[in-house]
């Protein structure tokens, strides 16, 4: 999957590895977590597979800026034509056999994972928020239409799940 995440971000601009880090960061970092120890072999691998071209910048940091290749922009498209597919979430699984924790377990792993959401939830506003300002200054807005609305559904999704948990904590009736 990390191969395909640069391919796409890629597909905008050159980038460094840290540019594709931060960006991706900021924009699906919420669905997709990726390491510096994961992106640069990642990279090497596309670099030895003809997908993305390298470039030395020999400025005083030795940068090297990626770039996809016509190849690596057809196996992207190619995947990214592939059918959707929900994918599997751990947590999920373990808070359906929770029964078979303690209280105090229990409720101490559900406040701390309702926290992280309302943190997510507090960055994603703070990017919707600078994407909102930057879009207002583009001519053709609906280049972006896809990429936006992924966030917007983030952002739904994670209040979703924030309402759930506190129905589950609070053992609501469904």
Do not use: C
């Not at 020999?58 to 929900?86: C, M, R």
Request: charged share 30%; hydrophobic share 35%; no cysteine.
């Amino acid at each position: 999957m990390i191969d395909l995440v640069i391919l796409g971000m890629l597909m905008q601009e050159k980038m460094s590895g840290y540019d594709i880090k931060k960006i991706t960061e900021q924009t699906i970092g919420i669905f997709y977590k990726m390491s510096y120890g994961s992106l640069y072999p990642a990279l090497k691998r596309l670099v030895k597979d003809g997908y993305v071209f390298e470039e030395e910048t020999n400025d005083s940091k030795n940068k090297k800026l990626y770039a996809v290749t016509e190849k690596g922009q057809q196996h992207f498209i190619k995947w990214l034509a592939e059918p959707l597919k929900a994918s599997r979430r751990e947590y999920m699984v373990k808070i359906f056999f929770y029964d078979y924790l303690d209280e105090e377990t229990r409720l101490r792993n559900l406040k701390d994972y309702q926290y992280s959401i309302t943190r997510q939830m507090e960055q994603m506003d703070a990017v919707q928020a600078i994407v909102s300002q930057e879009l207002e200054q583009l001519e053709n807005k609906d280049q972006y239409y896809y990429r936006v609305s992924t966030m917007y559904y983030g952002l739904k999704f994670f209040q979703m799940e924030n309402e759930w948990l506190k129905q589950i904590m609070n053992k609501e009736e469904f």
